[in-house]
């Protein structure tokens, strides 16, 4: 069975930096495209990056130049490094299988970033 398991999420002040991690098991993840999406409270999901299975990424503007998508295809890792964190930046982060549109989710990470 696939599945996505979220972690790292926290309470950070603005400004600071926070690393989510994504384990994946049950699909061969090195073929796989993957992306983070986010969903804010009262709000639909944001898509936020997306990075090929070659490597090549992309990211929405609201997070470009902050926030930086990996992965390590020997763990089964899907990684976000997000940097100089805003209030704005608060939801629910998702992990997903596919590059933008997500044939499956994990389970979420909280982030809440104080001002």
């Known amino acids: 069975e696939a599945q996505l398991v979220e972690s790292g999420g926290g309470l950070v002040q603005s400004g600071g930096s926070l690393k989510l991690s994504c384990a994946a098991s049950g699909f061969i993840f090195g073929t796989s495209d993957m992306n983070w999406a986010r969903q804010a409270p009262g709000k639909g999901l944001e898509w936020v990056a997306g990075?090929?299975?070659?490597?090549?990424?992309e990211y929405a503007d609201s997070v470009k130049g902050r926030f930086t998508i990996s992965r390590d295809d020997v763990n089964n890792i899907l990684y976000l490094q997000m940097n100089n964190v805003k209030p704005e930046d608060t939801a629910v982060y998702y992990c997903g299988h596919g590059f933008r549109a997500a044939s499956f989710r994990g389970q979420g990470t909280q982030v809440t970033v104080s001002s």
């Open positions: 990075i090929y299975s070659y490597g090549a990424a």
